[in-house]
Each structure stands twice: as C-alpha cells, then as structure tokens.
C-alpha cells in the first residue's frame, strides 16, 4: 500500500497581504507600525519591501515571516 497525500503541497495558499499585515500586527502589537514596516525597504531583504516580497517565489516569502519571527523573538 503506497502513501496517499490528501491535500498536495501545491494546493497551500501563498500568504496574503491581509496575512502578512496581521502577522507584522501581532509582532509589532500595533497596526500603524506593522503597515510602516512592510511597506518600506527592508536591508535583510536587499532593500526590498515586505509587500512586494509576497508577489515573488515562495523562498522570497518564507524570508518575510521568517525575519518577523526574529524581530518577535529579538534575534533582529
């Protein structure tokens, strides 16, 4: 018998903006910070925006969540 997957990785949905902004909320604890942060060039990310970041390859988006999970556990 061979392993079924139900739900193939492909069928995850990429991480939204609405996603990102209430993430980059909690982190931050205040929403007028959080939206500053994504929308502004970011040196860890090679000056590039959180948002835009979110269009781009899924390792261009793991990048975004993982540097707010820094920033959130004060590695950043």
Do not use: C, Y
Not at 42 to 67: A, C, N, W, Y
């Amino acid at each position: 018998m061979g392993l079924t997957l139900r739900h193939p990785i492909s069928t995850v949905p990429a991480p939204t903006t609405a996603g990102l902004l209430m993430e980059a909320t909690r982190v931050f604890g205040d929403s007028t910070a959080a939206s500053e942060w994504v929308n502004e060039p970011i040196p860890s990310l090679g000056g590039r925006k959180p948002m835009e970041m979110l269009g781009g390859t899924d390792e261009d988006q793991r990048r975004v969540f993982t540097i707010l999970g820094r920033i959130e556990h004060g590695i950043f």
